[in-house]
T-cell receptor
Framework: GDSVTQMEGPVTLSEEAFLTINCTYT??????LFWYVQYPGEGLQLLLK?????DKGSNKGFEATYRKETTSFHLEKGSVQVSDSAVYFC????????????????FGQGTILTVHP | KAGVTQTPRYLIKTRGQQVTLSCSPI?????VSWYQQTPGQGLQFLFE???????NKGNFPGRFSGRQFSNSRSEMNVSTLELGDSALYLC???????????????FGPGTRLTVL
């Protein structure tokens, strides 16, 4: 079955440091890939997405590139801020033969990011 | 546009009871999915409803059920509660159609269920 593996956490950085959170996936088809962020006490917010190979999703300074050859979707940010402290989830959604997405997201285990001033 | 709303936000029940959680999707969204979030198992898919029909189901026992109404609002029910059902239950809606090749889901704040 489908699965998503994220790098072991938690991750602790100083403000303005470079961030990478690794994500690799296993899927039988051709999935869409997502990064979600969860702030304390809140639900999940979509951070960025990519729907086909070599697509680069970007938002709020975060970027991730859909790498089909390495089945990866690593999240990066050049300069993190204290406000980026949250839990980050990598996720995928499979599609059927007709191209329609199934209504199921498969999530990685989440990576806790803490940024200190 | 209002986001996904879930009620109640917090709930305390005892073992053996049953519980019903409610989710109102974003206006115009016809797909509603439910997830269970626990520290040990992470985020796990429960089921998806689209146009009042269950389209996908995760690997949960039959005590977990759901339904969707004609206005796309959805409810999930857990019967005979167990301690292990304590979790954050998240609802997500999507405007998934055959024209939209990806499944961008918008999440509600969740219902925190505690089973004593």
């Amino acid at each position: 079955g489908d699965s998503v593996t994220q790098m072991e956490g938690p991750v602790t950085l100083s403000e303005e440091a470079f961030l990478t959170i690794n994500c690799t996936y296993t899927a039988t088809g051709y999935p869409s890939l997502f990064w979600y962020v969860q702030y304390p006490g809140e639900g999940l917010q979509l951070l960025l997405k990519a729907t086909k190979a070599d697509d680069k999703g970007s938002n709020k300074g975060f970027e991730a590139t859909y790498r089909k050859e390495t089945t990866s979707f690593h999240l990066e940010k050049g300069s993190v801020q204290v406000s980026d402290s949250a839990v980050y989830f990598c996720a995928l959604s499979e599609r059927n033969a007709g191209g329609t997405s199934y209504g199921k997201l498969t999530f990685g285990q989440g990576t806790i990011l803490t940024v200190h001033p | 546009k209002a986001g996904v709303t879930q009620t109640p936000r917090y709930l305390i029940k005892t073992r053996g009871q049953q519980v019903t959680l409610s989710c109102s999707p974003i206006s115009g969204h016809r797909s509603v999915s439910w997830y269970q979030q626990t520290p040990g198992q992470g985020l796990q898919f429960l089921f998806e409803y689209f146009s009042e029909t269950q389209r996908n189901k995760g690997n949960f026992p039959g005590r977990f059920s759901g339904r969707q109404f004609s206005n796309s609002r959805s409810e999930m029910n857990v019967s005979t509660l167990e301690l292990g059902d304590s979790a954050l239950y998240l609802c997500a809606s999507s405007n998934k159609t055959f024209l939209v090749p990806y499944n961008e889901q918008f999440f509600g704040p969740g219902t925190r269920l505690t089973v004593l």
